[in-house]
């Protein structure tokens, strides 16, 4: 069978290490969904450990070349390998109920990955990742942190996230710069959260984008001037989701 050549286009690093490879696809707790989307499978290296699993799966790629070579290696799966943008992809169209996401995300478009997933998050149940090692920090991060920020806040806002191991640079094909981070997000028990969802995204990109001044600083006057909040007095990152909730709330009112 023809090899297929990596695209830069595509952000293509294949994973060539197979003990890395069935210990990514081992994270899967197989617990709280029925189906499981692998996004990027592009040769298959978690595909292949995926489909061993007594669970509905579906493998979601853009190349072209990566869907022929998946559907001639794994004939007997063909019918669920489909050629889609993820990000444009609605995962209704494969799944009625939760699912879990799976995959060796593209660097340059992991964030976006994410923001589409956090949209999702009612349907999602649990995710396994693999990310730039630096942005995987940056996820996993708590408060009061130098790496805490705009998709930390997010993706813990409906998600348990666990730092689980580095991937290095000799475990895949081309070579990149960078090591590689694996993460498990595991929905917690936050169904909804309580305040304007439009708001509070806004809220918390504006104070992470002016990161080293106070809360106060970073937002529209009209939403501070008639609040009294401890929280004003403080940096993006010294606030944790729940205080990005009350603060959301105490603008909205003030607001009203």
Not at 6 to 19: A, E, I, R, S, V
């Amino acid at each position: 069978m023809k090899l297929i050549k990596p695209k830069k286009k595509f952000g293509q690093h294949f994973l060539t290490d197979q003990k890395i490879s069935q210990k990514i696809v081992d994270l899967l707790t197989l617990k709280n969904y029925d189906t499981i989307i692998e996004v990027g499978p592009g040769t298959g290296a978690l595909t292949k450990n995926i489909i061993k699993l007594k669970c509905k799966s579906y493998f979601i790629d853009i190349d072209k070349e990566s869907i022929k070579y998946l559907k001639i290696k794994y004939p007997t799966i063909s019918e669920n390998i489909y050629e889609y943008n993820f990000l444009n992809f609605d995962i209704n169209l494969l799944a009625s109920k939760s699912v879990a996401i799976i995959g060796n995300f593209p660097y340059n478009i992991s964030s976006q990955i994410l923001f589409s997933l956090y949209n999702n998050n009612c349907q999602v149940n649990e995710i396994v990742g693999m990310f730039q090692k630096e942005v995987a920090e940056r996820i996993s991060s708590p408060p009061n942190s130098k790496n805490y920020g705009i998709l930390s806040v997010l993706m813990q806002t409906y998600y348990d996230i666990e730092y689980k191991f580095t991937v290095n640079e000799n475990s895949f094909y081309p070579i990149p710069r960078v090591k590689s981070g694996v993460l498990l997000f595991k929905r917690n028990r936050r169904k909804k959260i309580h305040c304007n969802e439009k708001l509070f995204k806004s809220i918390i990109k504006s104070t992470f984008n002016k990161r080293r001044k106070k809360i106060k600083n970073t937002l529209d006057p009209s939403f501070v001037n008639k609040i009294n909040s401890p929280l004003l007095s403080l940096r993006a990152e010294n606030l944790s989701v729940e205080d990005f909730i009350y603060l959301t709330n105490l603008i909205e009112n003030n607001l009203s």
